[in-house]
């Protein structure tokens, strides 16, 4: 079965950093997208990052550009967000999500494949 498993979140304090990680099982996932999204209580989900196939493009949120940086190990099948200067308003559940279709996509709805999620917190 595809599965998708995000770790690396929990309790910051701002200014800190933190480094996602999102592993997937089952199938191959080198020629895929990958993207982070996050969601925040009584919000709607929001687009963060996402990357290519082969890590060469990669594109942001304004609100994390300059420090949030996605980067994938497709030996290892998984995808990375690296996460520093966080600030309170970064809380969060982060979500990892892939897409069969190589190329970039700020658009939830393009995703086949979803991480159950983990909490990023962070504290002023």
């Known amino acids: 079965q595809v599965r998708l498993v995000e770790s690396g979140g929990g309790l910051v304090q701002a200014g800190g950093s933190l480094r996602l990680s999102c592993a997937a099982s089952?199938?191959?996932?080198?020629?895929?997208?990958w993207g982070w999204f996050r969601q925040a209580p009584g919000k709607e989900r929001q687009f963060v990052a996402t990357?290519?196939?082969?890590?060469?493009?990669?594109d942001y949120a304004d609100s994390v550009k300059g420090r949030f940086t996605i980067s994938r190990d497709n030996a290892k099948n998984t995808v990375y967000l690296q996460m520093n200067s966080l600030k309170p308003e970064d809380t969060a559940v982060y979500y990892c999500?892939?897409?069969?279709?190589?190329?970039?996509?700020?658009?939830?709805?393009?995703?086949?494949?979803w991480g159950q999620g983990t909490q990023v917190t962070v504290s002023s």
């Open positions: 990357i290519n196939w082969s890590g060469g493009s990669t």
């Open positions: 089952g199938r191959t996932f080198s020629s895929y997208a």
């Open positions: 999500a892939a897409r069969p279709a190589g190329y970039t996509s700020t658009y939830e709805e393009t995703y086949a494949y």
